[in-house]
């Protein structure tokens, strides 16, 4: 079973319906010993950093979260559930899990392209994915496969060892990060079409072996 982590973030209904037409057993859960027995973990979401965190920490979800990872169980984090996973985010401000050392930034202002247009910001809808390292969670992934973001900041781990790809949007930045067990993406996956829904089977085939 893949345990879809509620703390009450939007879009978790989205990856749910993505998992099951996929085929996969999954379950929006906050219980800790539902999450701790599933066979892998999700940490979706959208908001904001700092709300995030708060209701982490109410639900007593955060020591979860920490021991999915320490335990070594396949562990995907998405969107908000991307950027949390860093030490802290410069949104509220907020000190977060702490799993991959690193922070969430905000895009600078102003964000301009390549031929000096002024950038909006969040960074909203279709973008492509450079990859720096193979993974088997993006296996199959093409270089013209493009994904859907929705975001105004961007993950920045603290050693370069952690991006497994990287985005550009004004600047580039690391759309994939990774460290062991545990893989994060920018981007919605469950929003992305074909190539979306391959990340996804592949994680959920995934042994959390980065080789």
């Known amino acids: 079973m893949i345990a879809i982590i509620d703390y009450k973030a939007g879009n978790l209904r989205s990856v749910e319906r993505a998992l099951k037409k996929l085929g996969f057993d999954c379950r929006i859960t906050l219980d800790r010993e539902e999450i701790l027995a599933s066979d892998r973990v999700i940490f ?6 700092g709300k995030a965190m708060a209701d982490l920490r109410h639900l007593d979800l955060d020591g979860v979260l920490k021991q999915v990872f320490e ?7 998405i969107c ?4 949390i996973i860093l030490d802290r985010s410069e949104e ?3 000190h977060c899990l ?5 922070e969430a930034k905000a895009f600078p202002v102003p964000l301009m392209s390549g031929d000096k247009e002024r950038l909006k910001i969040p960074h909203m809808g279709w973008n492509g994915l450079r990859l720096i390292k193979r993974h088997p969670v993006l296996s199959g992934i093409k270089p013209e496969d493009e994904f859907y973001f929705v975001h105004s900041y961007y993950l920045m781990p603290a050693s370069d060892s952690d991006v497994i790809g990287t985005t550009d949007y004004g600047i580039r930045f690391p759309s994939v990060i990774g460290n062991r067990n545990l893989i994060a993406m920018q981007f919605h996956l469950e929003k992305s079409g074909a190539p979306g829904l391959k990340i996804l089977k592949n994680f959920c085939d995934w042994d959390g072996q980065t080789c």
């Open 80 to 83: 908000i559930g991307a950027q």
């Open 71 to 77: 335990n070594g169980k396949p562990f995907l984090g």
């Open 44 to 49: 979706p979401g959208v908001g904001a950093a």
């Open 98 to 102: 702490g799993l991959i050392p690193g």
């Open 92 to 94: 509220d401000h907020v």
